[in-house]
Every structure is written in C-alpha cells, then in structure tokens.
C-alpha cells in the first residue's frame, strides 16, 4: 500500500514555477511525492527542504544530497530553516490535512472506519491527545470545538451529552465514544457527521488553524519577491484561511489603503482555484475535496 497517493501532483508542483537553482520547501512531506516532482524539476545546485513532524513519515526520507528532511512541526518553518542557513526561498508548496497513512493506520485514531484508542495525533512527542479532549475538556470547551471546527449545529448537545457519558466512565476508544453519541447519528447522515465530529476534535488536537495561520504568516517573510506558494486544503475552514490570506495578506477584516485609496496587498493570485479533476477522484478518492490555490508574492 502507497503510503500517500499525493493529490493534485502535476498542478501544485507547476504552481511553484521551479527554477532549477532555486530553493524550495515541502512543509508537508508525507510519503514524499511532491518531493520527488520538485527534485526531477531542480538542478544539481537547487535545494529542498522537507518538513514532517509525524515520526513514521521519516523512513521515506529522499536520498538525494539537494533534499534535506526537518522532523518539525511547520509552524516553526522559519525557525529551522534559519537553522540550516536559509532566510529566504522561491517557494513553499503545502498539502494540509492528514495523509493516507495517517487515515490507514487503524491505532492513529484518525479514521471513522476503525475501531482505535481515542489518540489523533500527528506527532507523537504531542501532550494533547483525543482522549483528554472528549475526557477533560469542561462543556464550554467541547461546545466550541464542535461549533468552531466540525462546524456542527447540535455541538452543545453534543458536548452535554459526553459530559453526561463520563460522569459514569471514561470513553477511551473511538467506538465508545459513536456509542456514546450514537443518537446524534441516523443511517443516512452516520458517516458525514461522524466525519465533522472527528474532524473537530482532530483539528483541536494538532491546533491545525493556529499551525495554518502561523505557517502562512512566516511563508510571506520568508518567500522572496516573485516566489510562490502553493497550498492543497480540504475543508472549508482551512481554504477560508487560505483564500483570506492570499487576497489580503490578512485573516480578518479588509487591508489598509493608501494615499490612493488601493488596497496594499502582499500577493497576487496566480490561477483560479484549482480542483481535481473526475478521473483522479475516481483514482483516489481523498482527492474529492481538494482545493488548491497558487500565488506569488510582490
């Protein structure tokens, strides 16, 4: 079994224009096939920098001298590409979320399909857990998660309801807790909630929204004039982020004007919003909710 079939591969890596001595990074490595596209494309003096901070992604590090794999966390990008020399790049390409693997390892936790203890981490050296979200968090912090990150109508319910369920025992696997939240899944709609309600606490666990903006707000320190970012994400709450940041260089409210009265904005969008097209969904269906977005800095 492929380790992350990569999405939108051709289309991300042409977003990033390569120039073959120039410096790029893949902040989200995974199995590697955006990697490998980016070094076909780089010279014998280009560099890559790959970052992953989930330890079972390190076995598929690239021998090649021009790549070099960081076992971080990307929202430290900045931080460790100082480390290793770097201040400035030509691009950054970002495929969010989480990866086949991470879905197919049944004691990861991430997966609707099995039966797992409550974990959801992306990095194991992480303190915070799904266990101690569903079992520690007080109902006004399981409210918000549900509301603000599996965007879920029935989120105080549903916070009242686990509160309720561990009051007589804790739930520590990913069946007891659909048990125990079984009324809030009828048959027809079982998998598509159960899919928000793990996304919420997912996105709890690995502060994914605080990691995106951090991670977008260094991109545009460190990516040089010209230099282009291309960002893969696959819910809405994370394309907003993206789509914000690329139009206003901002996650709220309009940028300043000036003396003309024209926004001062940091990038220019390079394409429409790209999406996969049918054949590749039908190849590999985490593909189906793919967006892709390109842009370069000014």
Known sequence: ???????LLKETVDGLNIKPDGIYVDVTFGGGGHSKEILKRLGPNGKLFGFDQDEDAFAN????????????NFRYIKRFLRFHGVKSVDGILADLGVSSHQFDVPERGFST???????????????LDAFKVV????????????????????????ARTIIEARE??????????KVVLSR????????????????????EVNQEMDVL???LEQSLEILKPQGRLSVIS?????DRLVKRFIKNGLFEGEPERDFFGNFSVPFKSIEKLIVPTDEEIKENNRARSAKLRVAEKK
């Open 1 to 7: 079994m492929e380790y992350h079939n990569p999405v």
């Open 61 to 72: 590090a690239l021998p090649d001298e021009r790549f070099t794999l960081i076992p971080e």
């Open 113 to 127: 399909r099995f039966d797992a203890d409550l974990d959801m981490r992306m990095s194991k050296k992480n303190d």
């Open 135 to 158: 079992n520690e968090y007080d109902e006004a912090n399981l409210k918000r998660v549900f509301l603000d990150y599996g965007e879920l109508k029935v989120a105080p319910a549903l």
């Open 168 to 177: 007589k025992k804790s739930i520590n696997t990913t069946d007891e807790l």
């Open 184 to 203: 809030f899944l009828p048959e027809q709609h079982k998998n598509k909630i159960l899919a928000q309600i793990y996304q919420a606490i997912r996105i």
């Open 213 to 215: 903006k951090e991670f």
């Open 234 to 238: 696959y819910h809405s709450l994370e």
